[in-house]
């Protein structure tokens, strides 16, 4: 099995900055991408940000040069760097994996999604 582990979010005023992390842990051998999504009540959860092992990047047009991500290949681990961050930014941040190959079998799963952390842009 495959798990998600999303930290980092939080209260921070209109301006500020917040970094996101998501942990994988389990059987993986590998994870070609890595994504962040977010939703707000009453809307679809949008993409936010996705990176492959690579290290190429994409945005959403609405956190293009405000929004950085990046990732630790050995750790398992992407990160989402947040600056001038607006209220509209205000969301439950996911971290999203659509698929994991697995080390001791080679098989492959898909789909993993993490808890979710609240991100809060006010003043």
């Known amino acids: 099995q495959v798990q998600l582990v999303e930290s980092g979010g939080g209260l921070v005023q209109p301006g500020g900055s917040l970094r996101l992390s998501c942990a994988a842990s389990?059987?993986?051998?590998?994870?070609?991408?890595m994504t962040w999504y977010r939703q707000t009540p009453g809307k679809q959860r949008e993409l936010v940000a996705r990176?492959?092992?690579?290290?190429?990047?994409n945005y959403a047009d609405s956190v293009k040069g405000r929004f950085t991500i990046s990732r630790d290949n050995a750790k398992n681990t992407v990160y989402l760097q947040m600056c001038s961050l607006k209220p509209e930014d205000t969301a439950v941040y996911y971290c999203?994996?659509?698929?994991?190959?697995?080390?001791?079998?080679?098989?492959?799963?898909?789909?993993?999604w993490g808890q979710g952390t609240q991100v809060t842009v006010s003043s």
């Open positions: 990176i492959t092992s690579g290290g190429s990047r």
């Open positions: 389990g059987s993986i051998f590998s994870i070609a991408v």
């Open positions: 999203y994996v659509p698929k994991v190959v697995t080390t001791t079998t080679g098989e492959v799963g898909y789909d993993y």
